[in-house]
């Protein structure tokens, strides 16, 4: 190409590069503004025009992990230097620290769900795209158009008959009822992926094995599987994110003791003592793991976002 | 397989393990996605709420008919089709040209695009969340950056479901950007030397060899987008609840309300089922579309 490339294409092309070093800002602009807020000393979060340099602070990430009340008057001064790191950063914003918050319930809650979930959609899904993988199905096409359509299904539609369900047989706001949704969720898409993923290792492995005398699972389990390593990884990670991220399920399933971080944190908007550089530590805490994930992830994405079908 | 049907087999018969591996997905699936609708496909047909501890009252088709005629319903989905066509075609737009621009050697591509990737990776009520935040009419950075002076955006039934659709763009615009670079980059280089050969002008060459050779993908991304805006839900609901009014009353969350705060267990299965054959509808496309690319 460069042999062709005239100057004005040359120049055409620092303009291009430019242009999209500016996109990114401006894209990354809403994400830099949780993530900063999220340090903000609560004034500094709703000031006209936007506060961008201030001392950063981590009383936002104490007021998330606890439950407090208005300091009627100041602390005394010795009750001050006996208090914790933690108590005097709320007592600076006038507040006094009575009990620890439901957050680290609910993160712990959707953590427990979602690895769990994860587990069972993929130990599942694996199994299930091997025997799509390697033997004949009858209508096997079709069996996999099914499964991929239930993961299609608008979750308010199905959420209305197992609600009821669930009613009926104990599982609303358990972590149960929310872990089975989130592996029916998942199990779709690892059974699409991982059979992306085996379809790829050469089956003359498996064969050579059974020649030597491996049973059908043996070959499974000690050739194909430690072959598709990355792909188990790169799945596992995929469903993690979805079940962490889920909504809509756990909105209307939970309502306290199994509720995930997702309805728990915008709960938190108008509940009195709240303020925005609260929620955007919750915000923050939550999108972190998503954030690291996709860097893990990068070279996956567009295999995952396509369900496995297109891998380039 | 033929040199393994010689040998003599010890354990289960691949016939047996195949049905051992395939079996329980397929029942566990049925059990949690199939059977469930079978129970709101009964509940369709009966005047019934799941809270008032009445027997259902079996009313035949009366729900259906009620639902077709009500013009609540039809504006709902009214909102709902402009929702999608705001929020798809300013993802193809934006998701596109982004790929266009990104798709030459450029120092640090590989960061810039996982950076741009992340929105999509988020989690949608969370991404809601802090939008409202962004969109605050007095101290919003979005206001401060266009030097919109307390403009508002959230509480206002003119803009409420434009700034709902911004958010989508903004999160969702990377997939077809994705898409679309996986497009790009699978056309073959020599097609654009011997375009260049002929002297062949830029707009002939995108719209000769380009958009024909990227079009597969694009209509995989804007697919999946249009099936995706068309249930959205969480964002929606985070960002606005429906309101103001029912401005931004998309049909899932009309589904929601009729189904959990107004209990209208009987009705609301009605409307599920109807929702269900429109998606099954544009799920078929995509499937379709998604086996065929991967048969290139």
Redesign the interface.
């Known amino acids: 190409?460069a042999a062709?490339e005239s100057t004005p294409s040359r120049i055409l092309?620092k303009v291009?590069?430019f242009?999209?070093?500016i996109?990114?800002v401006i894209?990354?602009?809403?994400?830099y503004?949780?993530g900063s807020?999220a340090f903000k000393p609560r004034a500094a979060a709703?000031?006209?025009?936007?506060t961008v340099f201030y001392k950063p602070e981590v009383t936002p990430f104490v007021k998330l992990l606890t439950k407090r009340v208005q300091l009627r008057k100041a602390v005394s001064e010795e009750k001050y230097e006996q208090a914790k790191w933690y108590e005097k950063l709320v007592y600076d914003a006038g507040e006094r620290i009575i009990t620890s918050s439901p957050f680290l319930n609910r993160f712990w809650n959707s953590i427990i769900i979602a690895c769990v979930s994860t587990f069972l959609a993929l130990t599942?899904?694996t199994?299930?795209a091997?025997?799509?993988s390697r033997?004949k199905?009858k209508g096997e096409?079709d069996?996999l158009?099914?499964?991929?359509?239930?993961r299609?299904?608008?979750?308010?539609?199905?959420?209305?008959?197992?609600?009821?369900?669930f009613?009926h047989i104990g599982l609303v706001d358990t972590h149960l009822g929310l872990i089975?949704?989130y592996?029916?969720l998942n199990?779709?898409f690892c059974?699409w992926l991982m059979k992306g993923f085996i379809d790829e290792i050469p089956i003359e492995y498996e064969?050579a094995a059974?020649?030597d005398?491996y049973?059908?699972?043996?070959a499974?389990w000690k050739i194909v599987l430690p072959q598709s390593a990355t792909g188990i990884a790169a799945t596992a990670v995929f469903s993690f994110?979805t079940a962490?991220?889920?909504?809509?399920f756990a909105?209307?399933m939970t309502n306290r003791k199994a509720q995930t971080a997702?309805?728990f944190?915008?709960s938190q908007?108008g509940s009195g003592m709240i303020d925005?550089t609260t929620?955007?530590a919750g915000?923050f805490i939550?999108?972190f793991p998503?954030?690291i994930?996709?860097?893990l992830l990068?070279k996956h994405?567009?295999r995952g976002?396509?369900?496995g079908?297109?891998r380039? | 397989?033929t040199?393994?049907a010689a040998?003599v087999?010890?354990?289960?018969s691949?016939?047996a393990?195949?049905n051992?591996?395939?079996v329980?997905?397929?029942v566990?699936?049925i059990l949690?996605?199939?059977f469930?609708?079978f129970?709101?496909l009964i509940?369709s047909f009966a005047d019934y709420s799941?809270v008032s501890g009445r027997p259902p009252n079996w009313i035949g088709i009366q729900n259906y008919r009620e639902l077709l005629r009500d013009p609540h319903v039809w504006e709902s989905l009214y909102i709902t089709l402009k929702y999608v066509i705001i929020s798809v075609s300013g993802q193809l737009v934006v998701g596109f040209g982004?790929a266009l621009?990104?798709n030459?050697s450029?120092p640090g591509k590989?960061t810039?695009?996982?950076?741009?990737?992340?929105?999509?990776?988020?989690?949608?009520?969370?991404v809601?969340?802090?939008?409202k935040?962004?969109y605050?009419p007095?101290?919003g950075?979005i206001n401060?950056?266009l030097g919109l002076q307390n403009f508002v955006w959230i509480s206002n039934a003119d803009v409420a479901l434009l700034a709902i659709a911004i958010t989508d763009i903004?999160m969702w615009s990377p997939?077809v950007m994705?898409?679309s670079l996986?497009g790009l980059?699978?056309i073959p280089?020599h097609l654009?030397?011997a375009a260049?050969?002929d002297r062949a002008s830029r707009w002939f060459t995108f719209r000769r060899i380009t958009l024909p050779l990227v079009t597969p993908?694009l209509l995989?991304a804007v697919i999946f987008r249009t099936?995706e805006a068309f249930?959205t839900?969480?964002l929606a609901?985070?960002m606005t609840g429906g309101g103001p009014g029912t401005a931004t009353e998309l049909i899932?969350i009309k589904?929601?309300n009729m189904?959990?705060p107004q209990w209208q267990?009987g009705k609301?299965?009605a409307l599920?089922y109807i929702?269900?054959i429109m998606?099954?509808g544009i799920?078929?496309i995509?499937?379709k579309y998604?086996?065929k690319?991967?048969e290139r």
Do not use: Q
């Open positions: 190409m062709v092309n291009a590069i242009i999209v070093l996109l990114t894209y990354l602009i809403p994400l503004w949780i807020t709703t000031t006209v025009p936007p599942l899904g199994f299930t091997y025997g799509f033997f199905v096409n069996w158009f099914f499964i991929l359509s239930t299609m299904l608008p979750p308010v539609v199905v959420a209305i008959p197992i609600f009821l369900m009613r089975l949704l592996t029916a199990l779709s059974v064969e059974l020649v005398g049973t059908r699972f043996e499974f994110i962490w991220n889920e909504y809509a909105l209307m997702p309805p944190i915008p908007l925005w929620i955007a915000t939550f999108l998503v954030a994930f996709t860097f990068r994405l567009l976002v396509t369900f079908a297109i380039k | 397989m040199a393994t040998t087999r010890r354990g289960l691949d016939l393990i195949r051992m591996f395939v329980p997905t397929i566990f699936l949690i996605n199939i469930p609708l129970y709101s509940l799941a982004v621009l990104l030459r450029i590989g810039i695009t996982t950076l741009l990737l992340l929105p999509m990776m988020m989690s949608m009520a969370i809601g969340l802090f939008w935040l962004l605050s007095s101290w950075i401060y950056l903004w997939f994705l898409l996986a980059s699978a280089k654009y030397e260049a050969i993908l995989i099936m249930k839900f969480d609901f985070i899932a589904l929601y189904a959990f267990t609301s299965c599920a929702l269900l998606i099954i799920s078929n995509y499937i998604l086996n690319a991967k």
